[in-house]
């Protein structure tokens, strides 16, 4: 069974929540960074999330390239010039306190994007493109999928 949590996007169709799988967690050695991977099932790209200052809100800081099995396997991998450990989909959600519902931050994805594009090594970024922030959970009828699936 894929976890799943509920990202909400907004784009030219409005408003809504995708439902999209957990891969794993990415933490430091130490444990005080630890990001959240999630793949956006629509363009297939996983993306490392931090959990915002802001409630509700996950930043994206950068693209992951690595096989699903690397978190499972509990690999560790060099990023930033840091050793960094992986973990499976159980442990992300644990960092999640499971809520379920969150807004993925479209300045920072989108950052997370053009850099990626641009052809740079996995890395973390800094939000630099400006968009509005949306920071309250909207309320929107889950449609039939949404239920039970975290």
Do not use: C
């Not at 996007?9 to 409005?14: E, K, L, M, S």
């Not at 996950?58 to 099995?69: E, W």
């Not at 090594?121 to 922030?133: E, H, N």
């Amino acid at each position: 069974m894929t976890a799943t949590i509920f990202l909400y996007v907004h784009d030219d169709r409005g408003g809504r929540f995708v439902p999209s799988p957990v891969i794993g967690m990415i933490s430091d050695i130490v444990g005080t960074r630890k990001l959240v991977v999630v793949r956006d099932p629509a363009s297939n790209i996983d993306y490392m999330y931090k959990i915002s200052s802001i409630p509700n809100n996950l930043d994206a800081l950068s693209v992951s390239r690595l096989p699903d099995h690397d978190f499972t396997d509990r690999k560790r991998i060099m990023l930033d010039g840091d050793t960094h450990k992986l973990a499976p989909a159980p442990e992300a959600l644990k960092l999640l306190n499971g809520q379920t519902h969150w807004i993925q931050d479209k300045g920072s994805m989108l950052s997370v994007l053009v850099h990626s594009a641009a052809g740079g090594p996995m890395r973390f970024i800094t939000r630099t493109v400006d968009r509005p922030r949306i920071t309250e959970l909207p309320e929107i009828e889950p449609d039939d999928s949404q239920e039970n699936v975290l």
